[in-house]
């Protein structure tokens, strides 16, 4: 089973300011990688898949960088609607799927 | 529209069943693989189970032998058949479809199993 470790848990950003997370992958996953979105109450939302590919509709202010066993995600610059939890997912070798456990992204 | 719509869950002592329903529209399921996804309160995802187009099934270790995923065509639904339930159990249960390069490209709203004497 490949897991998937997210870091950090929590990202304190202010509105406007730019943020990364990052996932890592216990072994490659070549980019096999997808991130999605989660705000409370709700289902999640496909961000990027392909390591680097914007979903239909998601903003250019997102965006997903590297391949094998190191990614990143980056919101550009941080919009109210952005404050969320957002998972990575690799799909290169399964089953199982793999998430990661989630980074939250709050106001600071 | 193309959605997916969950419901079954509900309140369920231990070693109980349940059955969770996933009502497809705008496309077909069977055309598909498709996935239950859950979520503890307060916790990440975890992927349950998985039906491909062709029928094969999979299951994570955690609920291996005890859930059971298939589907309906006629109707166009997924279902998960949930037996010998444990309190870890406890947790939104997400239907989602899987999109030609296998990651999740639509998910419906979830339905919450809570299971507890």
């Known amino acids: 089973e490949i897991v998937m470790t997210q870091s950090p848990a929590t990202l304190s950003v202010s509105p406007g300011e730019r943020a990364t997370l990052s996932c890592r992958a216990s072994q490659s996953v070549s980019s096999s990688l997808a991130w999605y979105q989660q705000k409370p109450g709700q289902a999640p939302r496909l961000l990027i898949y392909g390591a680097s590919t914007r979903a239909t509709g998601i903003p250019a202010r997102f965006s997903g960088s590297g391949s094998g066993t190191e990614f990143t995600l980056t919101i550009s610059s941080l919009q109210s609607e952005d404050f969320a939890v957002y998972y990575c997912q690799q799909y290169n070798n399964w089953p199982p799927l793999t998430f990661g456990g989630g980074t939250k992204v709050e106001i600071k | 529209e193309v959605q997916l719509v969950e419901s079954g869950g509900g309140l369920i002592q231990p070693g109980g069943s349940l059955r969770l329903s996933c009502a497809a529209s705008g496309f077909t399921v069977s055309h598909n693989y498709m996935s239950w996804v859950r979520q503890a309160p307060g916790k990440g995802l975890e992927w349950v189970s998985v039906?491909?187009?062709?029928?094969?099934?999979y299951y994570a270790d955690s609920v291996k032998g005890r859930f059971t995923i298939s589907r309906d065509n006629s109707k166009n639904t997924l279902s998960l058949q949930m037996d010998s339930l444990r309190a870890e159990d406890t947790a939104v249960y997400y239907c989602?479809?899987?999109?030609?390069?296998?990651?999740?490209?639509?998910w419906g709203r979830g339905t919450l199993v809570t299971v507890s004497s």
């Open positions: 989602a479809r899987h999109s030609a390069a296998w990651f999740f490209d639509l």
């Open positions: 039906i491909y187009s062709g029928g094969s099934t």
